[in-house]
């Protein structure tokens, strides 16, 4: 399987910004999904997390913010970004967890990621 990320740029805090997950080579609509984020200096941080029939789950620090979404017909993972913040500035990925129904709130079971897609903003 594979996973491209697109949508990534610079923005202004209180902007927005889309980013998509192309997902191809295995069957995406049974597959738990999720974006994770990293820093320069610091981990990696799940930021959002979907499950095959559309439960969400959200770090508090993006609650409010962002949302997930999924398109298991087009085979393709979303995250709608507002209300961005400097602290926001991250490498964002795309992460394809276990098959299950509800998806374990664990990241070490999410264990294929796409390249990355860099979102930065400004102040």
């Known amino acids: 399987g594979r996973l491209v990320e697109s949508g990534g740029g610079s923005v202004q805090a209180g902007g927005s910004l889309r980013l998509s997950c192309a997902a191809s080579?295995?069957?995406?609509?049974?597959?738990?999904m999720a974006w994770f984020r990293q820093a320069p200096g610091k981990g990696r941080e799940r930021v959002a997390l979907?499950?095959?029939?559309?439960?969400?789950d959200y770090a508090d620090s993006v609650k409010d913010r962002f949302i997930i979404s999924r398109d298991n017909a087009k085979g393709t993972l979303y995250l709608q970004m507002n209300t961005v913040k400097p602290e926001d500035t991250a490498m964002y990925y795309c992460?394809?967890?276990?098959?299950?129904?509800?998806?374990?709130?664990?990241?070490?079971?999410?264990?294929?990621w796409g390249q990355g897609t860099q979102v930065t903003v400004s102040s």
């Open positions: 992460a394809r967890g276990r098959m299950d129904w509800i998806c374990p709130r664990n990241p070490d079971t999410f264990n294929k």
């Open positions: 080579g295995f069957t995406f609509s049974t597959y738990c």
């Open positions: 979907i499950e095959r029939l559309g439960g969400t």
